[in-house]
């Protein structure tokens, strides 16, 4: 079973979204014993303390996490954190099922390490995942709801939809994320508008203090001047950090076949776009920034933590490197920063800003 985790699945003559049920369904099942685990941990694991990062009020071991629609269903949790991944972010979840897109709907782009995918906001719903999780239980990595509306939902009943979420399964989360940026539904209002944002942030911080931290993912074709403005409505609502970037609408040159797929495009073409979104927030506000978008080994993440992301995450990389990922960017990273001279990765959070 080790092995075949460790297998090439995107050069595979199976359909991309295929493999990836298969490989998540070998991490579900490695991770639900103790002894498998413990054998995930041994082969993969790498853990230094030069890597933790407190934020959220939370210990990530690792700033390397797993990105959003990795495991939307809460599957696979505790073998991603056998990984050596330092968090895992769940959903995203919505508050009752639906369905995403008609298949085929996730397409390799192998020439440009890419992936176009057109999944939308598919889940089996917050009571499910519940059940799941008080199941099985947690890891011992921070983790991350990422929340989502039904699709027909307008402006107003998207308030209740993520509220719906956040009550259901906060107690699980040690963060929870607001996804107003996927590409690939339809929708009639525009989700980062700052009107939309404000009532998003005034609803899940309304409660009291001890509500959970909640963020925002952000799109990486958001212009400047809007990202500004989610920085603005954010402060003043008390939001705790952002997320950059979800998929791609833009097309930069690409080599591969399936380039005109319509969908979220991902992995080494949205790098530097989404680099550039940490830049920008990272210039404008001290909220921490998780940066996400085409990371797949340490240069490329150490090169989004100097830019001011404290921590990162990956999906597309995972695809085409496999589970020995983590590994190699967490041992890259411990690397980087000696020859830099930093102690800790905490040290080396915005170094390349003014
Ligand atoms: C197949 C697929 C499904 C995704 N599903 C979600 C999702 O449900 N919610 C979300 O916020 N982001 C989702 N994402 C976006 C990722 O979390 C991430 O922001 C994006 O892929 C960029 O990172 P990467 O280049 O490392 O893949 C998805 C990405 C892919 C490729």
């Not at 493999?19 to 099942?29: D, K, N, T, Y």
């Not at 609502?237 to 969908?263: F, M, Q, V």
């Not at 790098?271 to 940490?278: F, G, L, P, Y």
């Not at 411990?334 to 915005?350: M, P, S, Y």
């Amino acid at each position: 079973m080790l092995r075949e985790l460790d297998g090439n699945p995107l050069s595979s003559a199976l359909p991309g979204e295929t493999v990836h049920s298969i490989r998540r369904r070998g991490l579900q099942a490695l991770g639900s014993t103790r002894p498998t685990r413990a054998a995930l941990r041994y082969r993969y694991q790498h853990r230094d303390p030069a890597l933790a990062v407190d934020r959220f009020d939370a210990t990530f071991p690792s700033p390397v996490g797993i990105a959003a629609g990795f495991d939307k269903n809460a599957v696979a949790i505790h073998g991603l954190a056998a990984l050596g991944f330092g968090s895992v972010e769940i959903g995203t979840v919505t508050p009752d099922p639906q369905n995403g897109n008609p298949r085929p709907r996730f397409y390799r782009l192998p020439a440009d390490r890419g992936v176009i995918n057109r999944v939308g906001i598919s889940s089996q719903g917050a009571d499910r995942v519940r059940e799941r999780l008080d199941a099985h239980g947690t890891p011992d990595v921070p983790i991350g709801l990422n929340v989502g509306k039904m699709n027909p939902s307008g402006e107003a009943e998207a308030l209740v939809d993520y509220r719906r979420v956040v009550d259901r399964l906060s107690p699980y989360a040690d963060y929870v994320v607001v996804n107003v940026s996927c590409p690939n539904t339809a929708e009639e209002f525009d989700q980062q508008s700052p009107e939309h944002l404000r009532g998003i942030f005034e609803t899940l911080e309304a409660e009291d203090d001890e509500t959970t931290p909640v963020l925002v993912k952000v799109d990486p074709d958001t212009t400047e001047d809007a990202l500004r403005e989610v920085v603005d409505v954010g402060e003043e609502c008390g939001l705790d950090g952002i997320i950059a970037t979800n998929t791609a609408s833009e097309r930069p040159d690409l080599a591969s076949p399936r380039r005109y797929e319509w969908g979220g495009l991902s992995g080494k073409p949205i790098e530097d776009r989404s680099t550039d979104v940490v830049r920008t927030l990272a210039e404008y506000t001290d909220l921490p920034i998780i940066g996400v978008g085409g990371v797949d080994s340490a240069i490329s993440a150490y090169a989004k933590i100097r830019a001011g992301a404290s921590l990162v995450q990956l999906y597309t990389g995972f695809l085409y490197e496999g589970p020995v990922i983590s590994r190699q960017i967490n041992r890259g990273l411990v690397t980087l920063l000696e020859r830099d001279g930093f102690e800790t990765v905490e040290d080396a959070i915005g170094a390349d800003l003014e």
